[in-house]
């Protein structure tokens, strides 16, 4: 019922930024009011990690530890999308970035079982 699509990976060299977009729309065209959405990426031959979370109404944020000080995730309430702005970027950052949803209010924000809507993920990769 939820389609959420990511843009805006690519290739960037080391130090460099970018800015990932998650747009969420429900296919009946009714508005999308998730409790909260965030990041996940995967990179070659590891597990799919958390990355950050943001609240819907609140706004409240949370990190993974290694993204802390160079991420910053955000959203726009009127066009139901969530942003994360990359700083600093080092190679090991380099993975596929998927966006995700949380219908409602979860008591654990950073577990992939705990969201609800994924999309197909938008590839970032860093360059020495």
């Known amino acids: 019922q939820v389609q959420l699509v990511e843009s805006g990976g690519g290739l960037v060299q080391a130090g460099g930024s970018l800015r990932l977009s998650c747009a969420a729309s429900a296919a009946s065209g009714r508005t999308f009011r998730p409790y909260a959405m965030g990041w996940f990426r995967q990179a070659p031959g590891k597990e799919r990690e958390f990355v950050a979370r943001i609240t819907w109404s609140s706004e409240s944020t949370s990190y993974a530890d290694s993204v802390k000080d160079r991420f910053t995730i955000s959203r726009d309430n009127a066009k139901t999308t969530v942003y994360l702005q990359m700083n600093s970027l080092k190679p090991e950052d380099t993975a596929v970035y998927y966006c995700?949803?949380?219908?409602?209010?979860?008591?654990?924000?950073?577990?992939?079982?705990?969201?609800?809507?994924w999309g197909q993920g938008t590839q970032v990769t860093v360059s020495t």
């Open positions: 995700a949803a949380q219908r409602t209010y979860r008591t654990y924000s950073r577990s992939r079982s705990e969201y609800d809507y």
